[in-house]
């Protein structure tokens, strides 16, 4: 899977350079979150613009790092989440779970 991290206003910005996150890459993504937060990272927000398509081990694994990322005190949000992904999130329920901001700027503005 093609993730990027930068650190930007104190977050672990994990950008997903991949159309699709489905059971092919879902568990390389819970890993890379995972990682991110027995590294330390308390806040982190993962970026979704390129993303055209989620399944069912795709949303798995970002609520895997969300619940992951709340046991340790910390924060998983996303970020640019695209229309039609968003509608997963809406038909799961997931979007009353997680934090789900238009752009970076948003979160950065909304969230301590």
Do not use: C, P, W
Request: aromatic share 6%; glycine share 6%.
């Amino acid at each position: 899977m093609n993730l990027r991290l930068e650190k930007n206003n104190g977050y672990g910005v994990l950008y997903i350079q991949e159309e699709r996150v489905d059971a092919h890459n879902s568990n390389e993504l819970k890993e890379s979150i995972l990682r991110l937060i027995e590294r330390g990272e308390k806040k982190i927000v993962v970026q979704l613009e390129q993303v055209r398509f989620v399944d069912s081990s795709g949303l798995g694994a970002l609520l895997s790092g969300h619940k992951s990322a709340a046991a340790k005190s910390g924060k998983l949000a996303l970020a640019n989440v695209q229309k039609q992904v968003l509608a997963m999130f809406e038909l799961t329920r997931l979007n009353t779970v997680f934090e789900i901001y238009a752009d970076l700027n948003e979160v950065f503005e909304n969230t301590s």
